[in-house]
T-cell receptor, first 112, second 115 residues
Framework: SQQGEEDPQALSIQEGENATMNCSYKTSINNLQWYRQNSGRGLVHLIL?????REKHSGRLRVTLDTSKKSSSLLITASRAADTASYFC????????????FGTGTQLKVEL | NAGVTQTPKFQVLKTGQSMTLQCAQDMNHEYMSWYRQDPGMGLRLIHY???????DQGEVPNGYNVSRSTTEDFPLRLLSAAPSQTSVYFCASSREADSSYNEQFFGPGTRLTVL
């Protein structure tokens, strides 16, 4: 079963707008990571947030983590057409060994 | 550095055939893993390795074998291909053995079709 579930499944916005994607997970975690996948390509790491962190920034990316709600959000500000991609969250299971579990992803389309 | 490389990029097999998907990394990473990606399913972990000579099963290991004789290479073997193994396969590596604390670097993928 999927540890992480993203929503929405698909998101379409205009260039310059902000995009917010959410990830929910089921069990306690050590860390949560976000990845981007361009069509037909491998995944690229965006950001890692530890379970004792609540917010993290990297350029136009802002990630929040709420361990009490078992959820995380990824905010992309001032989106660009080049941000068009699928975005996945990945979590480990605390005590579950050295395994990352990926969600089903959010497909983001940024239109000019 | 070439990063993580995978061969072949595309492969078509008949049911019952066997084959090996190749994965190599030149970053001296300890951790390597194989995932399959199916529409609407995200990525699912098949097998992983925390170092040469050490492998372990992931979420969906049945029908696949792996070995890790060197730090650089982590081949994935399909023993007897089935249509259910039609998928896109990704190899990934990370610097240290604990994958949850390290970003993973992904290869470009192998698109496999089993007829």
């Amino acid at each position: 079963s999927q540890q992480g579930e993203e929503d929405p499944q698909a998101l379409s916005i205009q260039e310059g707008e902000n995009a917010t994607m959410n990830c929910s997970y089921k069990t306690s975690i050590n860390n949560l990571q976000w990845y981007r996948q361009n069509s037909g390509r491998g995944l690229v790491h965006l950001i890692l947030i530890r379970s004792n962190e609540r917010e993290k920034h990297s350029g136009r990316l802002r990630v929040t983590l709420d361990t009490s709600k078992k959820s995380s959000s990824l905010l992309i500000t001032a989106s660009r057409a080049a941000d068009t991609a699928s975005y996945f969250c990945a979590t480990d299971r605390r005590g579950g060994g050295n395994k990352l579990t990926f969600g089903t992803g959010t497909q983001l389309k940024v239109e000019l | 550095n070439a990063g993580v490389t995978q061969t072949p990029k595309f492969q078509v097999l008949k049911t019952g055939q066997s084959m090996t998907l190749q994965c190599a990394q030149d970053m001296n990473h300890e951790y390597m893993s194989w995932y399959r990606q199916d529409p609407g399913m995200g990525l699912r972990l098949i097998h992983y390795s925390v170092g040469a000579g050490i492998t372990d099963q992931g979420e969906v290991p049945n029908g696949y074998n792996v070995s890790r004789s060197t730090t650089e290479d982590f081949p994935l073997r399909l023993l007897s291909a089935a249509p259910s193994q039609t998928s896109v396969y990704f190899c990934a590596s990370s610097r240290e053995a604990d994958s949850s604390y390290n970003e993973q670097f992904f290869g470009p993928g192998t698109r496999l079709t089993v007829l």
